[in-house]
């Protein structure tokens, strides 16, 4: 993959999945299966302070290095994937990394984590981590009342840590993911939900973005791979055979309709399209 700001990426990449906070990479099997049956490779690592590495601090700076490792070590174009706080990850890596990705999926992110809402969010993790089991009880009852059992059983094969949420909190107080869409030259495409409370800023996103879609998923939650796992499996391929047909940006703004099999999708070419949305 050619490292210059204008190319155009063609042939099958690997698609890099960076999962969400107090999860690991186990929240990815069906992506990881779906995306290797139709030929596509797939690698999910785990961040620092989650599942095969719960023992660590969780850093921004640690998270972003176990990105970029991995996405040195990959020949292929790199497509770029994460949902909630994998998404603000991914964003931020492809922002900052010299090494451009051929795309970027980023899921349940749409809100700049900032002011009240982080303090209060913050303020509640801590209480949650003064319970006398950490809280682990408190997530696992959640996950078992909003997940569907297979996707509960991913989950739970990687463990959580419900004790990193304070801590991966303080570190994306210090991410302006608005500024990270300007920078980034690459595809890409925000995906949400329809019942997502982290979609608040999804128009202000898109109008960041230099080459940016909106797909919203009918009847999905926050946890919108999980709890509809076709039909973002449909959208991640999607922009996989973009990437392989080398598709580059769009002109104008589609919203609502336009998608199929209940995914509803908008297409922009930067901002001064987007702003039409």
């Keep these: 993959m050619s490292s210059s700001a204008g190319a155009m990426t063609t042939g ?14 186990s929240m990815w099997r069906r992506q990881v299966d779906a995306l290797r049956a139709a030929g596509v490779p797939a690698v999910a690592p785990d961040m ?19 990105i970029e490792e991995v996405a040195r070590r990959v020949a292929a174009p790199v497509v770029v994937a994460g949902m909630s706080m994998g998404g603000y990850l991914a964003l931020h890596w492809a922002a900052h990394t010299r090494r451009r990705p051929a795309a970027v999926l980023a899921a349940s992110c ?13 303020r509640l993790a801590r209480a949650i981590g003064r319970l006398p089991d950490a809280g682990a009880g408190l997530s696992d009852a959640l996950a078992r009342r909003f997940l569907p059992a297979d996707a509960l059983a991913d989950v739970l094969a990687g463990g959580t840590n419900v004790g990193v949420m304070d801590h991966v909190l303080a570190g994306m107080a210090g991410v302006d993911t608005l500024a990270d869409l300007r920078a980034i030259e690459a595809p890409v495409w925000l995906v949400n939900g329809r019942w997502d409370h982290f979609r608040g800023h999804e128009r202000r996103f898109l109008r ?31 922009l996989v055979e973009e990437v392989r047909a080398g598709g580059g940006g769009r002109d104008g703004v589609r919203t609502g309709g336009g998608g199929r099999d209940g995914v509803s999708a908008g297409a922009g070419a930067g901002p001064a399209a987007a702003r039409t949305a």
């Design 12 to 25: 099958t990449p690997t698609v890099l999945l960076v999962h969400g906070i107090r999860a690991s990479s």
């Design 48 to 66: 620092p302070g989650h599942g095969s590495r719960a023992g660590e601090p969780f850093t921004v700076d640690g998270a972003l290095a176990t």
């Design 110 to 122: 749409s809100t700049q984590p900032q002011g009240l809402p982080l303090w209060a969010y913050r």
């Design 208 to 238: 960041q973005c230099a080459d940016g879609r909106l797909v919203v998923v009918p009847g999905a939650t926050h946890l919108v791979s999980l709890v509809r796992p076709v039909a973002f499996n449909r959208v991640l391929l999607d």
